[in-house]
């Protein structure tokens, strides 16, 4: 992770924003911090791995990511800005997405945004999916598991497994991983199903939101994924391909919440304490 192409720049004169945006992002990348338009015009002569633009005043300007864009050149570096709904300057923040000026506007007062800003400093292969699946998620999940998909999310490198899982938790224990779960009515296995159904899903996203006009690359229909979404979805890949291709990716992104609701559905017990949660026949 070391090196100027791995830095995440952020403009702020925040010092709490600051501090809060380097938190989030310092596990995966390092990160910089600037305070003027002059100063991050004059680092960006530099790489960097992304550019993340604290939309409040001073810096809340819509004309702000062209002036970058223009300034970066051919360089694709990721603009993101964070912000808070009642910021006019990005009503529009849609329209700035859609053209490429920027690649995601994460709202303070809506959305959970260490967990987005640390998806979007991963690396520029998996950090798009991450920030799907970790939208997808919050959608569907109890708020009271928004941490532990967060974290379980974050820290995927491939091998998505309980065991994994475990490993990379301080304790790096199952045992412990279990106890920890069973508190909010859960089990790591559930919840790593529901990691592996966002993440074939949102692979489906991903492509759609880069296919060439009129037509889809197809997903591939490996054993693995297919046993998954069958058994969650009802689905084989290529049926999600295909649900993707004819009604939208918005019926996509419909069908993995209601999978992930099915999911959870038996744990009944999520979010009551220990002492209220019936007991097992």
């Given at each position: 992770?070391?090196?100027?192409?791995?830095?995440?720049?952020?403009?702020?004169?925040?010092?709490?924003?600051?501090?809060?945006?380097?938190?989030?992002?310092?596990?995966?990348?390092?990160?910089?911090c600037?305070?003027?338009?002059?100063?991050?015009?004059?680092?960006?002569?530099r790489?960097?791995h992304?550019?993340?633009?604290?939309?409040?005043?001073?810096?809340?300007?819509?004309?702000?990511?062209?002036?970058?864009?223009?300034?970066?050149?051919?360089?694709?570096v990721?603009?993101?800005?964070?912000?808070?709904?009642?910021?006019?300057?990005?009503?529009?923040?849609?329209?700035?997405?859609?053209?490429?000026?920027?690649?995601?506007?994460?709202?303070?007062?809506?959305?959970r945004?260490?967990?987005?800003?640390?998806?979007?400093?991963?690396?520029?292969?998996?950090?798009?999916?991450?920030?799907?699946?970790?939208?997808?998620?919050?959608?569907?999940?109890?708020?009271?598991?928004?941490?532990?998909?967060?974290?379980?999310?974050?820290?995927?490198?491939?091998?998505?497994?309980?065991?994994?899982?475990?490993?990379?938790?301080?304790?790096?224990?199952?045992?412990?991983?279990?106890?920890?779960?069973?508190?909010?009515?859960?089990?790591?296995?559930?919840?790593?199903?529901?990691?592996?159904?966002?993440?074939?899903?949102?692979?489906?996203?991903?492509?759609?939101?880069?296919?060439?006009?009129?037509?889809?690359?197809?997903?591939?229909?490996?054993?693995?994924?297919?046993?998954?979404?069958?058994?969650?979805?009802?689905?084989?890949?290529s049926?999600?391909?295909?649900?993707?291709?004819?009604?939208?990716?918005?019926?996509?992104r419909?069908?993995?919440?209601?999978?992930?609701?099915?999911?959870?559905?038996?744990?009944?017990?999520?979010?009551?304490?220990?002492?209220?949660?019936?007991?097992?026949?």
């Amino acid at each position: 992770m070391s090196g100027s192409s791995r830095s995440v720049v952020i403009l702020s004169d925040s010092v709490a924003m600051k501090l809060r945006l380097r938190d989030a992002m310092a596990p995966y990348a390092q990160v910089e911090c600037v305070t003027s338009e002059p100063e991050l015009l004059q680092r960006i002569s530099r790489p960097a791995h992304l550019l993340v633009i604290h939309g409040v005043p001073p810096f809340a300007d819509a004309r702000l990511p062209a002036r970058l864009r223009h300034a970066l050149r051919d360089a694709l570096v990721p603009i993101i800005v964070v912000t808070t709904s009642r910021e006019p300057a990005w009503h529009l923040g849609r329209a700035l997405i859609t053209s490429g000026q920027v690649e995601d506007i994460i709202l303070t007062d809506c959305e959970r945004v260490d967990a987005l800003v640390a998806a979007w400093s991963l690396d520029r292969d998996r950090c798009r999916q991450k920030v799907e699946a970790l939208r997808l998620a919050h959608e569907s999940a109890p708020e009271i598991l928004h941490p532990f998909l967060e974290d379980l999310l974050l820290r995927d490198t491939g091998d998505l497994s309980v065991g994994a899982w475990a490993a990379k938790t301080p304790e790096g224990s199952r045992f412990a991983l279990h106890r920890e779960l069973s508190k909010v009515g859960v089990s790591p296995s559930r919840l790593v199903d529901v990691a592996r159904v966002l993440n074939v899903v949102t692979r489906v996203l991903e492509r759609g939101g880069a296919r060439a006009k009129g037509r889809m690359a197809a997903l591939p229909d490996v054993r693995a994924a297919r046993r998954l979404l069958t058994r969650t979805l009802g689905m084989s890949p290529s049926d999600v391909t295909h649900l993707a291709r004819e009604q939208g990716l918005e019926a996509v992104r419909e069908r993995a919440r209601q999978a992930v609701r099915l999911i959870l559905r038996e744990s009944d017990a999520i979010g009551r304490p220990a002492s209220a949660r019936r007991p097992e026949r």
